[in-house]
């Protein structure tokens, strides 16, 4: 079993800024690619960023030049800095590690609870 523990979601106001972090514990033998999405309401869930194993990153365009993503491998632990933030960034944003579980090294796709991010103008 892989859990996923997020913090860092809350209020502020635009142009503001907060850091999300998540970690991943458990029967972990690697993780692959971590990322973070995003589920305004009444939209489906998106892709915000993603970091490989390596360090390459892949940002949604709303997010490029104003969210940074990166991760503390010896932590399993990924963050996601978000500067100048918008009205339009409110949303639930949720991490997802992909990797495999020790023992078996079978693949797991985990998800966390989800965190409030509300943008106020």
């Known amino acids: 079993q892989v859990q996923l523990v997020e913090s860092g979601g809350g209020l502020v106001q635009a142009g503001g800024s907060l850091r999300l972090s998540c970690a991943a514990s458990?029967?972990?033998?690697?993780?692959?690619?971590m990322g973070w999405y995003r589920q305004a309401p009444g939209k489906q869930r998106g892709l915000v960023a993603i970091?490989?194993?390596?360090?390459?990153?892949n940002y949604a365009d709303s997010a490029e030049g104003r969210f940074t993503i990166s991760r503390d491998n010896a932590k399993n632990t990924v963050y996601l800095q978000m500067n100048s933030l918008k009205p339009e960034d409110t949303a639930v944003y949720y991490c997802n590690v992909k990797g495999r579980k020790s023992t078996t090294h079978f693949s797991f796709d985990s998800w966390g609870q989800g965190t409030q991010v509300t943008v106020s103008s």
């Open positions: 458990g029967s972990i033998f690697s993780i692959d690619s």
């Open positions: 970091i490989a194993r390596g360090g390459s990153t």
